[in-house]
């Protein structure tokens, strides 16, 4: 019997810094009961949706930092996006800031979670590759300062929901092969990726016009390589004075764009995707336990990159 989900991609419109967790829960609301008369099973929203992208910004004082994170999920002003879920069964991926204590000691992450149509979290990812700097650039038009503000996260899992196997990634992970080969060998079927991705690349301008062409190029490279649905969900327009490029999109697993947003405001799109036809692709061309040749790979996990081994030594040259 085939397996389809109706998944929305619900990008979002900017979020200014002054808008209040309670003003930008009831836009997803609103997204969540559009897609519920749509049909669908599941909606994805972006990365970082309760607040503006406040990595763009420098702060010292880490009072100011933690305002832009949860503390608990859900919390006071998320609880109501858990029972509307509940209320009219339908799931949903959501990206926020996460502060935790971890035997005593806090930690930060930018976090990804699926919930389920009953509003129970069945799987939580916390984002691998963070981009952009750690120290103030004063240079720059705007920072990117992921990696003052959060820690890695671990590693790729996946989660039997909706009748197949889900998986999570978070904007900069789309771009990285290793992301969606991961999951790959676990047999996802579907892959949620929420982004804020800014048009300018201020340590690389000569890109900012293929920003859009390499944001689809990534989503739709794992999509194929791996058999897998991708559906990547944006925060776009002008936030805070920083335009992004949005184009939210939906992905088959024969890498073909099957739906997309054509705005960069408050918008759904949406297909229903037949989990089944990912085996039409990891029993032919990408079977990987036909085809794959792992021993040929090792220098992948051997080395962190041309000058440095996984563990930080230098690359020795012979």
Known sequence: MARFVTVAAGQLGPIARTETRTAVVARLM???RQA????????????LALTTFFPRWYFEAQAEIDHFF????PGAETQALFDLAREIGI???????????????AHRYNTSILVDKSGAIVAKYRKVHLPGHAEHEPWRKFQHLEKRYFEPGSGFGVADAFGGVMGMAICNDRRWSETYRVMGLQGVEMVMIG??????NPPAPEHDDLSLFHNHLVMQSGAYQNGTFVVGVAK?????????????????PSGEIIARCTTKGDELALVRCDLDLCNSYKRTTFNFDVHRQPR?????????????MADGRPVRRT
């Open 236 to 252: 776009a327009g002008v936030e805070e004075g920083v335009d992004h490029i949005g184009g939210s999109c939906i992905i088959a």
């Open 91 to 105: 799931g949903f991926c959501l990206g926020y800031a996460e502060l935790t204590a971890e035997a005593g000691v």
């Open 30 to 32: 609103a997204l969540m």
């Open 296 to 308: 040929a790979y090792g220098m992948i996990v051997e080395r962190k990159g041309v000058a440095t």
């Open 195 to 200: 982004y804020n991705t800014p048009v300018h």
């Open 70 to 73: 949860e503390r608990e999920m």
């Open 36 to 47: 519920h008369a749509n049909g669908c099973d599941l909606i994805v929203y972006p990365e």
